[in-house]
């Protein structure tokens, strides 16, 4: 069975600084795995995906993902926050009829 | 070319009442999906239909719960004699398609129901 791992419920990164989320995820055969935000009292947005071509993703707004198969991770990563970033962030990987989501990781941005 | 859309954004209903949200796909997309967002978690899947069809409704409560997309209109959640566990962010999304590995579910606003 497919699932994911978010490891940090909330981060705080300072305004200009690299922002790093983290995702862990099981699946019994080769994945496609998403990152989603989620502004407050919106829907969801997808930033990017992984589908087995490139295990560099680059997404909307700076955002990238790398896919880590000897650690079954896929990181999210940017290299300077902006004020606008915060935001509810969601790793998801996909089985065949459905996407199953993390928890969540709320990034804050501090000025 | 519009979005999922669903509404309403909020409902408020009553101890036993009945809760009926709406959720229309993107134009060209044949493929429905409803999820749940409970405070502080992640989504859960709930039900998967085309049109006509239910083709998955494993993440469906067993008694009060009900989807349909019907030929014509939108597709609608049915919760009957709402309880305050319910209250609840429950989003729509479609896919033109039926397999979601590899393809990205387009996602509605969400209808943020409170149950009083």
């Known amino acids: 069975a497919q699932s994911v791992t978010q490891l940090d419920s909330h981060v705080s990164v300072s305004e200009g600084t690299p922002v790093l989320l983290r995702c862990n995820y099981s699946s019994s055969y080769s994945p496609s795995l998403f990152w989603y935000v989620q502004h407050p009292n919106k829907g969801l947005q997808l930033l990017l995906k992984?589908?087995?071509?490139?295990?560099l993703v680059k997404g909307i707004n700076g955002f990238e993902a790398e896919f880590k198969k000897s650690e079954t991770s896929f990181h999210l990563t940017k290299p300077s926050a902006h004020m606008s970033d915060a935001a509810e962030y969601f790793c998801?990987?996909?089985?065949?009829?459905?996407?199953?989501f993390g928890k969540g990781t709320r990034l804050h941005i501090l000025p | 070319n519009a979005g999922v859309m669903q509404n309403p954004r909020h409902l408020v209903r009553r101890r036993g009442q009945e809760a009926r949200l709406r959720c229309s796909p993107m134009?060209?997309?044949?493929?429905v999906y409803w999820y749940r967002q409970l405070p502080e978690e992640g989504l859960k899947f709930m039900v998967y239909?085309?049109?006509?069809?239910?083709?998955?409704e494993s993440g469906m409560p067993k008694e009060r719960f009900s989807a349909e997309f019907p030929k014509e209109g939108p597709s609608i959640l049915r919760i009957q004699q709402v309880v305050r566990g319910d209250s609840a962010a429950y989003f729509c999304?479609?896919?033109?398609?039926?397999?979601?590995?590899?393809?990205?579910?387009?996602f509605g606003n969400g209808t943020r129901l409170t149950v009083t």
């Open positions: 239909l085309q049109k006509e069809n239910i083709i998955d």
């Open positions: 999304a479609s896919s033109p398609t039926g397999e979601s590995v590899g393809s990205p579910l387009h």
């Open positions: 992984y589908t087995s071509a490139a295990t």
């Open positions: 998801v990987v996909s089985d065949p009829r459905m996407l199953i």
């Open positions: 134009k060209g997309h044949s493929h």
